[in-house]
C-alpha cells in the first residue's frame, strides 16, 4: 500500500492500529479473510511508522507482532501458506525483540507462542513433519513460560492443550496411539486448568470435546473399549455444549455424530450389537443435521453411510435381515451421493464396494444365491474403479480379494463350478499381488494357498465320475473351508 506520512502522536498511532487490528480479527472470525488481510495489513503499516518514530516502544514492538500473527491468520485462512509463514515468522521476530526488551512481559511471550502456533498449522498444512514437531515443542515451551509469568491467565493453557492436541493427531494419524494418549491427557488436563483459574474464560467446548473424542478412539484402536466409552461419553457432553452456543456450526454436530458413532463401534467390538444401534442411529441423525447445514461436503455423506452400514451389521448380527438390507441400501444411497460431490474420492468408492459386498452376505445367508451373486459382483465393480484410481495400493487389492471370495462361494454354493473355480483363481491373483505391494495381511498367503485346494477339490467334483454322496462331501468342505477363510477376514476388517 502507498505510504502515509503519519502526523499522529505515538500512542495514538498505537491505538489506532490496535482497532483495526482488532476488526481484522472480527473479519477472521467471520471467515472474511480477504478483508480481514487488509485490516491487517493496514495495522502493520501504522506499527512500521510508530516504530520508525521510536525503535525502542515495546507496546509498538508487540502490537506489531500481534498484527502480523493476525495477518499469518487471515493468508492461512486463504490456503497462501507461504504467504502466511512469512507472517508468522515475523511475528515470533517482534516478539524475540519484544521479550528481550522485557523477559518478564507475559504478553510477548504468550504472542510468541501464538504465532509458533500458526506455523505449525501451516507446516501440518504442507506435510512438513519433522518441523511441525520442532515448532509445536517450541510453542509449548513459550506456553509454559507465560503460565508461569502470569499463572491465572487462562489463555496459556488453552494455548499448551492446542499445541498437545496437534501433536497427539500426528501421533495418532501416524498409528503411535500410546504417544497419542500421553499428549491428549495433558491437553485435557490443561483446558481443566484453564476453566479452574478463570472461572469466566470463554473456552470452547468444542476443542475440549474434539481431543476426548481423539483420546477414545486412540484407546479403541488399543482395544481398550471400556476406556474409549468412559471418554466418548464426556466427548458427547462436550459437543452438545458446543452445539448449545452455536447451534449452526456444521463442525460441532459432525463431531459429535463422529463420536456417537464410535461409541456404537465400541459396543460392536464388544459384541452388544443391541447396546449398539441407539449410539448409531444417533450418529446418522447427527450427521443428517452436519448435511442440512453444509450439504455440499462429501465426507459428511461417505460418514453417514457408514454409520448405515455399521447399523446394518449389527442388524444382520441380530438376525434382523430385513431392516439390515434397508440400512445398507441407505448406506448405498449416501456412497453415491458422495462420489457425486467427489468423483475419485477413494473412501467413497472403497465404501460403496463394502457396502454391496456387506448385501451380498446379507443375501447369501438368507440363502438367496443369485441376488447375493449380484451384489457381489457390484462390490467388485467399485473396488476395481478404486483399484484403478490407486493402483500401487495393497489395500485395493485386499478388498478385491476378500469380495472375490465371497462371490466364488456364491457360486460354489449354487454349483456353478466353472463361475467358482475362476473366481478362486482371481483372488490368489490379487492375494499375490497384494502381498507383492507390500501387503501386511497375513491371510493373504493363506488365502493364496486355500485357493488352490479349492480349485483342486472343485476340478475333482467336474472331471472324475463321483457319486452323489461324495460330490455332496467335497462340496461341503469346499464350503466350510471358504467360510473358515470368511470368518478369519471378518475378524480382520473389524479389528
Same mark, same amino acid.
Given at each position: 500500500m502507498?505510504h502515509?506520512?503519519?502526523?499522529e502522536p ?17 473479519f477472521?472470525?467471520d471467515a472474511m479473510?480477504s478483508d ?10 501504522l ?6 518514530i ?8 508487540k502490537?506489531?507482532?500481534e ?7 487471515a493468508?492461512?485462512?486463504?490456503g497462501?501458506f507461504?504467504d ?6 515475523? *511475528? /515470533?521476530? #517482534? &516478539?524475540?525483540?519484544?521479550i528481550?526488551? !522485557? +523477559?518478564?512481559?507475559f $504478553?510477548?511471550?504468550l @504472542? =510468541? %507462542? ?6 505449525v498449522?501451516v ?5 512438513r ?9 517450541d *510453542? /509449548?515451551? #513459550? &506456553?509454559?513460560?507465560a503460565?508461569?509469568? !502470569? +499463572?491465572e491467565?487462562? $489463555?496459556a493453557?488453552? @494455548? =499448551? %492443550?492446542?499445541?498437545?492436541?496437534n501433536l ?15 499428549r491428549?491427557?495433558?491437553?485435557i488436563? #490443561? ?8 472461572f469466566?474464560?470463554?473456552?470452547d467446548?468444542f ?6 473424542h ?5 484407546h ?7 476406556l ?6 464426556k466427548?458427547i457432553? #462436550?459437543f ?5 452456543a452455536r ?11 463422529g ?5 456404537g ?8 450389537d ?10 446418522v ?7 442440512e447445514?453444509?450439504?455440499?461436503i ?13 447399523r446394518?451389521?449389527?442388524?444382520a448380527?441380530?438376525g434382523?435381515?430385513k431392516?439390515?438390507?434397508e440400512?445398507?441400501a441407505?448406506?448405498?444411497s449416501?456412497f453415491?451421493?458422495?462420489?457425486e ?13 463394502f457396502?454391496f ?20 459382483r457390484?462390490s467388485?465393480t ?5 483399484r484403478?484410481l490407486?493402483?500401487?495400493s495393497p489395500?485395493t ?14 457360486f460354489a ?7 467358482a ?12 499381488k ?7 495381511a497375513?491371510i493373504l498367503?493363506?488365502l493364496?494357498e486355500?485357493a488352490?485346494r ?9 472331471t ?8 455332496v462331501?467335497?462340496?461341503i ?6 467360510l ?5 477376514i ?6
Open positions: 502507498d502515509f506520512e503519519y502526523k505515538l500512542d495514538d498511532l498505537i491505538e489506532r492500529a490496535r482497532e483495526l487490528d482488532a476488526r481484522g480479527e472480527d477472521c472470525g479473510f480481514a488481510e487488509g485490516l491487517h495489513r493496514e495495522a502493520i503499516a506499527l512500521d511508522e510508530a516504530l520508525r521510536d525503535p525502542a516502544s515495546l507496546d509498538a514492538r502490537e506489531r507482532g498484527a502480523r500473527q493476525d495477518l499469518g491468520d493468508l492461512s485462512g486463504q497462501r507461504s502466511a509463514e512469512r507472517a508468522y515468522v515475523q *511475528a /515470533i521476530v #517482534d &516478539f524475540d525483540v519484544a528481550k526488551m !522485557n +523477559p518478564a512481559d $504478553e510477548s511471550q @504472542g =510468541r %507462542a501464538w504465532a509458533k502456533d500458526g506455523l498449522s507446516y501440518a498444512e504442507e506435510m513433519d519433522s518441523e511441525v514437531e520442532t515448532i509445536a515443542l *510453542a /509449548i515451551d #513459550d &506456553f509454559t513460560r503460565s508461569v509469568l !502470569n +499463572p491467565m487462562a $489463555e493453557y488453552v @494455548g =499448551r %492443550a492446542s499445541c498437545y492436541s497427539a493427531f500426528r501421533d495418532y494419524f501416524e498409528h503411535r496411539y500410546e504417544h497419542a494418549i500421553d491428549l491427557i495433558l491437553s488436563a #490443561d483446558y481443566e486448568k484453564a476453566s479452574m483459574v478463570e469466566e474464560y470463554p473456552l467446548r476443542d475440549v470435546g474434539y481431543a476426548k481423539l483420546l477414545g478412539e486412540s479403541l484402536y488399543l482395544g481398550n473399549y471400556e474409549c466409552i468412559d471418554w466418548l461419553v466427548a457432553a #462436550d452438545r455444549e458446543a452445539i448449545k447451534p449452526d456450526d456444521e463442525h460441532s454436530h459432525y463431531e459429535l455424530a463420536a456417537l458413532h464410535l461409541f463401534q465400541a459396543l460392536q467390538r464388544l459384541e452388544d443391541e447396546a449398539a444401534l441407539p449410539y448409531l442411529g444417533a450418529a441423525t447427527a450427521y443428517g443435521v452436519a448435511i447445514i453444509e450439504p455440499d462429501a465426507d459428511n455423506y461417505i460418514r453417514l453411510g457408514d454409520a448405515h452400514l455399521d446394518c451389521k449389527s442388524l448380527t441380530l434382523k435381515y431392516d439390515a438390507e440400512a445398507c441407505s448406506a448405498i449416501e453415491r451421493k458422495a462420489i460431490l467427489d468423483p475419485e474420492s477413494e473412501f467413497a468408492l472403497t465404501n460403496l464396494g457396502a459386498q456387506e448385501l451380498g452376505r446379507i443375501f447369501a445367508e438368507l440363502g438367496q444365491f443369485t441376488t447375493a451373486c449380484e451384489h457381489l457390484e467388485l467399485w473396488f476395481e474403479k478404486q484403478d490407486v493402483p500401487a489395500l487389492y485386499e478388498d478385491l480379494v476378500y469380495a472375490r471370495f465371497d462371490l466364488g462361494d456364491c454354493q449354487m454349483n456353478l463350478l466353472d463361475e473355480e475362476q473366481c478362486y483363481l482371481k483372488g490368489a491373483e490379487e492375494a499375490r497384494a502381498l507383492e505391494l507390500g501387503s501386511t497375513g498367503k493363506e493364496s486355500s488352490a479349492i480349485i483342486e477339490d472343485l476340478r475333482k467334483v467336474k472324475r465320475k463321483l457319486s452323489l454322496i461324495d460330490k462331501k467335497i462340496l468342505g469346499i464350503v466350510a473351508l471358504v473358515g477363510i470368511a470368518a478369519a471378518f475378524v480382520i476388517r473389524n479389528s
